[in-house]
């Protein structure tokens, strides 16, 4: 390890890696050498080729024997899948989320919504480049769509969604040159309409809110 450098424990190194991952750090298709990536955390080239493994098990890294480790490819028709398999368990998780959640779901809801919406407020107005601002709106768009399916009770559908998640998003920024002001404005009128259905108790609107905020991805 080189001297000065601190080294960094194995969920710190996946926590790294993964919003490298989501935020476009890595080209889609190269190739991710421990043999590299050692040096940067200071720790083994064994440590990070486990880690890699880790994300390889969730979709962030595709892996081959003999062939090592890379970034995901990106494609239109990827996206696609993953956003229609996304909807499916947003729709059920939300909807199941809403008939047993109650107050306390509709308050935790609407806090979160509230912190994404600022998010979103600020890059619409921004005049350049929103992509170095990704990785916090992304933060908060996942703690608003966790929350949303929060109360499902599905332990298996929650966890599949957080990886379906993750999967999406990284196909979304790897497609995206740069989430320009007006992609955010389209967005906030969107995750309203899922909120507003949400604690109306509107299960027809919930479903279809949901399903209108991924369908620019889904080519419908």
């Known amino acids: 390890m080189p001297e000065g450098r601190e080294r960094i424990d194995t969920p710190g190194i996946y926590a790294d890696l993964q919003r490298r991952l ?8 190269v190739k991710l050498m421990p043999s590299l990536l050692h040096d940067e955390y200071g720790v083994s080239a064994n440590t990070v080729r486990d880690v890699l ?3 390889s098990k969730v979709g962030l890294v595709d892996f081959e024997i003999q062939r090592g480790f890379r970034a995901p490819a990106v494609s239109p028709e990827r996206r696609a899948q993953i956003g229609a398999f996304r909807v499916i368990l947003e729709q059920e998780g ?7 959640g109650g107050l306390e779901w509709e ?3 609407t806090a979160a919504h509230h912190s994404l919406l600022h998010i979103e407020r600020q890059l619409a107005r921004s005049p350049g480049d929103t992509m170095p601002f990704v990785g916090i709106w992304s933060d908060a768009e996942l703690a608003f769509h966790r929350t949303l399916i929060s109360q499902c009770n599905l332990p298996p559908l929650i966890e599949t969604f957080e990886n379906t998640y ?3 998003r990284q196909q979304m920024v790897g497609l995206e040159a740069n989430c320009v002001p007006s992609y955010f404005e389209r967005i ?12 109306s108790g509107d299960e027809a609107g919930l479903r279809a809110s949901i399903r209108a905020h991924q369908a620019r991805h889904l080519g419908t």
Do not use: C, N, W
């Open 94 to 100: 939300a909807v199941r989320s809403m008939k047993s």
């Open 107 to 109: 308050a935790r809801l």
């Open 22 to 29: 989501l935020t476009g750090a890595f080209t889609p298709g």
């Open 53 to 55: 493994l880790q994300l």
């Open 166 to 168: 993750m999967q999406f």
């Open 188 to 199: 906030v009128a969107e995750h309203d309409a899922i909120v507003v259905a949400a604690v």
